[in-house]
Each structure stands twice: as structure tokens, then as C-alpha cells.
């Protein structure tokens, strides 16, 4: 079984969840700004990903700029509770099983985890 953290303003989001769902994927879907990750929730994502935080921001988001993440000296822990009380600020979609993950940018990506 899959899961992905959704946005569903995202045409990126939208057309990987499309994807999944035209292959009858068991699949659970998470809208990560209505329901956000608890802290321990996306450093379990960004293990499978295997990326440090800093690789799982949105760089152009207002809020990335505003909250000065650009700061090279930022630790993972912080720039994770910065997504955490931010979570437009997180790449969509992320999809992942109990021990891989992608970010579905091309969307097409998240079938990796199909094969």
C-alpha cells in the first residue's frame, strides 16, 4: 500500500494521484495542509527519501523567503519545524510504501514505486 501527501491545488499532485489511482493502486491520501505530518512523520519520509530537509523545501514559496531559510546554517531540525508550521513549504506530491519514497516531480516518478 502506498501513500501520498497531497495537495490538491497542485496540477503536480493532482496528475500523480491520477496516475496511481488509473493503475487500482491501494492507495491512502493525505492532504499534508489540512492534516500536517507530526515531526517524527516527515523525518520518517525524508529517511526513505533519503534527502536531507533542506532537498524537501520549495525554495520560491513567500514563506521560504520570509522565514529566511536560505540560511545555510539552519540545521535539518529546524528547517523541519519550519515545514511543519509551514506546509506549502514541503515538495509535492511525496508518495512512499514502509520503506522507500519519492517526490513525484515529474509525476510519472511515483511509479518507480510500482515496479
Avoid at 502506498?2 to 493532482?14: A, E, F, G, Q, V
Avoid at 534527502?51 to 522565514?67: G, Q, S, V
Avoid at 546554517?73 to 510504501?97: C, G, I, Q, Y
Amino acid at each position: 500500500m502506498l501513500t501520498i501527501l497531497h495537495n490538491p491545488r497542485c496540477s503536480k499532485s493532482r496528475q500523480a494521484l491520477e496516475l496511481l489511482q488509473q493503475r487500482q493502486v491501494e492507495l491512502t491520501v493525505i492532504d499534508y495542509q489540512k492534516h500536517p505530518l507530526s515531526k517524527a512523520e516527515l523525518m520518517s519520509v525524508l529517511t526513505k527519501l533519503g534527502i536531507p530537509a533542506r532537498a524537501l523545501i520549495r525554495t520560491k514559496e513567500d514563506d521560504y523567503k520570509a522565514l529566511q531559510l536560505d540560511d545555510a546554517t539552519l540545521s535539518d531540525d529546524a528547517l523541519m519545524d519550519a515545514m511543519l508550521s509551514h506546509p506549502k513549504l514541503m515538495e509535492r506530491p511525496v508518495v512512499f510504501d514502509n520503506t522507500r519514497a519519492v517526490i513525484g516531480r515529474p509525476p510519472e516518478q511515483v511509479l518507480d514505486l510500482l515496479a
